[in-house]
């Protein structure tokens, strides 16, 4: 899907998720009318970033923030699920140490299992931004930072990755390149791998702060997609959507018959 910064409108819609099905929709522009588009918000894909740089290079690409924090935020699961895992190996260690069967009614849960069953459900905790935590959730992060050093600086890093998009553009690119040299010296892989992404995609990033574009248009424009396949109760096919979808969401209003 293309939709218009503008105007919020759809502009333009095919399926498929490739560079070759982008590149129809500049075929239909056309050359000069690619030339006159300035700005262009995207996720990181690059069959995305590729298309448009060939088709209107004078474009400035922006990096949709939401998806440069879920990489940090799929980042700091990755590094969630390695402690847990850790900490169940732990727990099934000690249980065959124990010995078999059931342990004494009424004996307290050895101190491996509930560490590892904390963790486990300290995944909300650890995604949600801290102004929208519950005092349940904001407990169990005070006890995650406490407890696992490693687990904690991966939080810190997706919390100070999200929070560079909201400073102001001259302030950005400064923290930027503290939060990378940061994450590259952290020694945790998931965020030395992505720090790379971030340094490769900095500049768009940097303008999509500075101008203030994100992909909220296309995200809205994806629920009311689903909404017409829903009250549609379902599509045969693609262009029967797709049809539907730029009747209701491209501003067109065609003469009906019988209409006045």
Request: charged content about 25%.
């Amino acid at each position: 899907m293309v939709v218009d910064h503008d105007s919020g409108r759809l502009v333009w819609a095919a399926p498929g998720r490739d560079k070759a099905t982008l590149a129809t929709f500049f075929d239909a522009l056309g050359g000069e009318r690619s030339a006159l588009i300035t700005h262009v918000s995207a996720d990181g894909a690059d069959w995305i970033s590729l298309v448009v740089a060939e088709r209107c290079p004078s474009a400035v690409r922006c990096a949709d923030p939401f998806h440069v924090v879920k990489w940090a935020t799929e980042a700091l699961d990755e590094v969630r699920r390695g402690v847990w895992n850790d900490a169940r190996k732990t727990a099934r260690s000690n249980e065959v140490r124990r010995g078999r069967g059931r342990p004494v009614t009424g004996a307290p849960a050895r101190p491996d299992s509930t560490r590892a069953v904390a963790l486990k459900h300290s995944r909300y905790a650890l995604w949600k931004n801290p102004e929208n935590l519950t005092e349940r959730q904001t407990v169990k992060l005070a006890w995650v930072v406490q407890t696992n050093p490693t687990l904690g600086r991966a939080y810190y890093l997706k919390e100070g990755l999200r929070v560079i998009f909201k400073l102001a553009h001259n302030e950005a690119g400064e923290a930027l390149n503290r939060w990378v040299v940061w994450a590259r010296r952290c020694r945790i892989p998931a965020f030395v791998k992505l720090q790379r992404s971030i340094v490769k995609h900095r500049s768009a990033i940097l303008a999509s702060i500075e101008h203030g574009l994100s992909n909220g248009r296309i995200e809205s424009m994806n629920t009311k997609i689903r909404l017409i396949t829903r009250v549609a109760f379902g599509l045969q096919s693609p262009d029967a959507l797709i049809a539907l979808a730029m009747l209701s969401l491209g501003g067109h209003k065609p003469v009906l018959p019988g209409r006045i």
